[in-house]
């Protein structure tokens, strides 16, 4: 196959699994929906896109496999736990200056994000988190929130985490229901919906914006400087760096771990 139809049918197949299942493939970088295509291609012993499309007419649990590897989701209690070390004085600053918090956790995965930031506000507030502080957790991904959701972890979930806050806010692989219930799990698209509950005073998003294209990820940073209040902040973490027209709304103030804030007004 020469390389033009073999891109062709790349395309082909791209189009139709954003028709079919809502994904919009257009808004993630070739090289990375590529690399995933094929590791399930291999799995299945077929070496053309027409055939591999062919697979998913009739079996729909090959297209589950094929959308879970794609939402690549791996994470982990405190993931780099020096992010959140360097994240922590933000938030008790905003905890002194607001009555409530807001926060969004964006491309939450299994939920051991927003779970963490749960921890930090029960940690910071004390018995007031419940009164004080939300956290949206949202993805894409149905299986991920479903974990989010069942709020059930196992052992390998927490090797990052500091073990007394381990002992102290969960039992028995789960969070106690004060951490819980900060977290309200929603479905969200980041390449096609608009911020779920604006004004947030916090915006996690890390290790998602890595996969999408140059364009998307722009309109993606315009959209959470939106979304955060005056004086807001925005953490991305060591992989992903801010640019285009948001960059000059928001200023950097931890280069290392990738924290944000929005001017207050
Ligand atoms: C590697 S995980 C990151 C999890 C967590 N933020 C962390 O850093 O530990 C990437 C997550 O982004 C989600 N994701 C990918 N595309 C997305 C989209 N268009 N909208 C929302 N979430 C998306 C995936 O489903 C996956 O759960």
Not at 45 to 58: F, R
Not at 65 to 76: G, M, P, S
Not at 249 to 258: A, G, M
């Amino acid at each position: 196959m020469t390389k033009a139809p073999q891109e062709r049918a790349f395309e082909a197949l791209t189009e139709k699994i954003s028709r079919e299942r809502g994904v919009s493939c257009g808004s993630y970088k070739d090289k990375c929906l590529k690399r995933r295509i094929a590791v399930r291609m291999r799995a299945r012993g077929v070496h053309s896109y027409e055939d591999y499309g062919k697979i998913l007419d009739h079996d729909a649990h090959e297209y589950q496999e094929l959308l879970d590897a794609l939402t690549i989701n791996v994470t982990k209690f405190f993931r780099n736990v020096e992010t959140w070390t360097a994240l922590r004085p933000y938030l008790e600053g905003l905890a002194k200056a607001r009555a409530t918090l807001r926060i969004w956790s964006a491309g939450c995965a299994s939920g051991e994000e927003p779970y963490t930031i749960a921890v930090l506000l029960a940690d910071i507030l004390g018995e007031a988190a419940g009164e004080r502080a939300s956290i949206d957790a949202t993805d894409v991904d149905r299986l991920s929130l479903e974990r989010t959701q069942q709020a059930h972890y196992p052992d390998a979930a927490f090797t990052e985490m500091p073990a007394h806050l381990k002992r102290r806010y969960f039992q028995g692989g789960e969070p106690l229901p004060s951490v819980r219930d900060l977290v309200q799990v929603r479905t969200h698209d980041l390449t096609r919906e608009r911020p779920p509950h604006p004004p947030y005073d916090l915006i996690v998003c890390r290790n998602v914006v890595i996969y999408f294209e140059r364009k998307a990820q722009e309109r993606l940073f315009r959209a959470f400087v939106d979304a955060l209040a005056p004086g807001g902040v925005l953490l991305l973490g060591k992989v992903e760096t801010l640019f285009g027209p948001a960059r000059e709304s928001l200023t950097l103030v931890d280069p290392r771990e990738r924290i944000y804030t929005k001017p207050s007004v």
